[in-house]
């Protein structure tokens, strides 16, 4: 063979990412809601084959290799969560929805996922939509029992009440600031996030884009509520794209990143943007956190949340889309957030 089994893999892994991020295709599912069954492979080590659990400010807890009989299952782009670290809601970019429960051992570690179910996004009728240019939903906010949903290729940020034995239509489109020429067509909001609540923007919303560049080659992204609506852009690292984001409770912006190339395969990175820097008009910057390439448990990362454990510790959790690819894997991840 001329190359190694690793570079095969990760050629195969990337031309898989690359078809599935264009045109996924999954069965429709019913617009009920729908029991899936979930088997979780525990994961221990971050760095294969290596037993360091400190990675920068980042401590690895745990994580969970997630498998399901169900079709249906996969493509998880976006997930919140409605009690901290245990129930979420989430979406697939398949038009789905998606609930559950994070279980965990008695050393605070991931053990397994519980009541998972999903139900097919519907329309103003309650029929199932299933146009996946109509229902590409990338990124998700929750606040006060409300979902806000970041959709791609038909682009905008719609509203819904959250309720877990059956989703409806969204009663209300928000107004997303930033002009819809400028957003690329499979490059739209995958960051949807509430701000701090005691920062600038009052917990208003804020999204930003995955790759829709201004001419200075900087990321796309809004304010589009509270007192400071405006449009801002975020630097442009490297070869990455913003697949999610949650504010911390300093104010800071957490984005959640993402780099595949044929050779290379899939990278991961975490980086902390300046809460100061989100503002109207700005260039919003900082710094990396965490960079991660096939040598670590990752795949297509793209949700993320920060939550408060119950012993205070500060968490992060990801989670990663298969594009209902056998190559690739869905994957929960937990870190502590070490402040200091």
């Known amino acids: 063979m001329s190359i190694s089994d690793g570079g ?5 892994f990337a031309a898989c990412m690359l078809a599935g991020m264009l045109s996924p295709a999954v069965a429709a599912g019913p617009d009920s809601v729908e029991p899936v069954e979930i088997m979780a492979r525990p994961i221990g ?5 290596h037993d360091d659990k400190q990675f920068g400010p980042l401590e690895f807890v745990g994580g969970l290799e997630m498998t399901s009989p169900s079709r249906d299952f996969g493509a998880l782009s976006a997930f919140r969560f409605l009690k901290p670290g245990s129930d979420f809601i989430g979406v697939a970019d398949t038009g789905f929805w998606f609930f559950g429960s994070v279980t965990h051992d008695a050393d605070k570690r991931p053990s397994g996922i519980q009541n998972f179910r999903m139900q097919q996004m519907v329309d103003e009728a309650g029929q199932p939509i299933d146009k996946k240019w109509q229902v590409d939903a990338e990124g998700l ?3 006060d029992g409300i979902a806000t949903v970041g959709f791609e290729r038909n682009q905008r940020v719609a509203q819904f009440k959250i309720d877990p034995d059956g989703m ?3 009663f209300k489109q928000l107004d997303f600031q930033v002009p819809a020429k400028e957003l690329r067509q499979n490059r739209g909001f995958e960051t949807v996030t509430h701000a701090h609540p005691y920062g600038q923007h009052e917990g208003g919303l804020v999204v930003v884009s995955e790759k829709s560049l201004d001419k200075a080659g900087n990321i796309y992204a809004a304010i589009i509520e509270g007192p400071h609506k405006g449009v801002f852009t975020v630097k442009r690292n490297g070869d990455f794209d913003i ?3 949650a504010f911390l409770p300093d104010g800071d912006l957490l984005l959640l990143e993402r780099s595949f190339s044929m050779a290379g395969g899939v990278k991961m990175r975490l980086r902390r943007i300046y809460g100061e820097s989100v503002e109207k ?3 919003a910057d900082g710094p990396v956190l965490l960079d991660a390439d096939m040598g670590y448990q990752i ?8 939550w408060t454990r119950d012993d205070g510790a500060l968490m992060v959790s990801l989670m990663s889309d298969d594009n209902h690819s056998i190559l690739q894997r ?3 991840l937990e870190f502590v957030l070490h402040e200091d």
């Open 8 to 12: 095969l893999r990760h050629t195969i």
């Open 45 to 49: 080590q971050f760095r294969i084959g």
């Open 141 to 143: 906010a929750v606040k």
């Open 168 to 170: 409806k239509a969204p």
């Open 243 to 245: 697949t999610d984001g």
């Open 281 to 283: 008009g700005a260039v």
């Open 299 to 306: 795949d297509n990362m793209e949700g993320l949340d920060v």
């Open 330 to 332: 869905n994957l929960y």
